[in-house]
């Protein structure tokens, strides 16, 4: 994009994209991301790939969020998240538990829990913080912050982007 591009570019009022999951999330997004250590070095990089629909039986999206790291790691999470009342979100993930609630902040989406990895369950599992901006209609920033017994162990910066079916 030029710079003459920007200028003609329409104006969009500030606060005009909240993160709605329960439509982002219908269908296919892809993307990818960086992990960092606690100094902000990258340590690794991943593709992310969603796929989700609504769930009649139980009111509800389910998604798989599927991260290929350039290690070869794949790790896949299991979603099942339901709105409710007051921008409130009621969320089930397959290894994280049920009961994870999530909340708008402003326009964005914000989500606190934890996670088991290997040995470390239960209140010694690292939790997680995960904030998602909508930057346009199709596209979502998300930054997960990590953390285990209150100290920082690193982030993950990505992108999301929907996918339009051919």
Known sequence: MCSSDLADAEPRPLGSLAFAPEAFFLGRTEGGGVVRDPFGRIV???????????????????FDETY?????????????????????????????????????????YVLSFRRPVGRAKGPLAPHYRSRFTLLAPDSALKRADVSLLGVPMGSLSAIHRRVVAQ
Do not use: H, N, P
């Open 44 to 62: 690794r990089r991943c593709r992310i790939v969603t796929t989700g629909a609504f769930s009649e039986a139980q009111q509800a999206l389910r």
């Open 68 to 108: 290929a790291y350039d290690d070869g790691e794949i790790d896949t999470w299991r979603w099942v998240m339901q709105a409710g009342r007051d921008g409130r979100y009621v969320a089930a993930e397959e290894k994280a538990g049920s009961g994870l609630v999530g909340e708008r902040q402003g326009d964005d």
